[in-house]
């Protein structure tokens, strides 16, 4: 499975972004996914988690209020809304699918990842 996340780009503290995550193709099992983040030398840090279903869903702390994922399973293709967006939002965005039918805030428990997109914020 390829996954190919998209919709990064540079904004303004206060602005929205939405990004996408296409898989080439529907995992084997019904595994949630997830969105992730990273900053140069920092760990990558876990942001949000979406069911196969898309009933269930998580979010880290400091997005929480903020960013909803979301996922359209006939379009093989997960969406996070970014609303609010801050400075500290400033990262490589992510997206993974994981080994099994919940999320985790673990990489380990992830066995594809995408490219990553730069989401950048100017204050």
């Known amino acids: 499975v390829q996954l190919q996340a998209s919709g990064g780009g540079l904004v303004q503290a206060g602005d929205s972004l939405r990004l996408s995550c296409t898989a080439s193709r529907r995992t084997s099992s019904n595994n949630a996914m997830s969105w992730f983040r990273q900053v140069p030398g920092k760990e990558r840090e876990f942001v949000a988690t979406?069911?196969?279903?898309?009933?269930?869903?998580n979010y880290a702390d400091s997005v929480k209020g903020r960013f909803t994922i979301s996922r359209d399973n006939a379009k093989n293709t997960m969406y996070l809304q970014m609303n609010s967006l801050k400075p500290d939002d400033t990262a490589t965005y992510y997206c993974?699918?994981?080994?099994?039918?919940?999320?985790?805030?673990?990489?380990?428990?992830?066995?594809?990842w995408g490219q990553g997109t730069l989401v950048t914020v100017s204050s």
């Open positions: 993974a699918t994981s080994r099994y039918g919940y999320g985790s805030v673990r990489t380990s428990d992830y066995n594809y």
């Open positions: 979406i069911s196969w279903r898309g009933d269930v869903t």
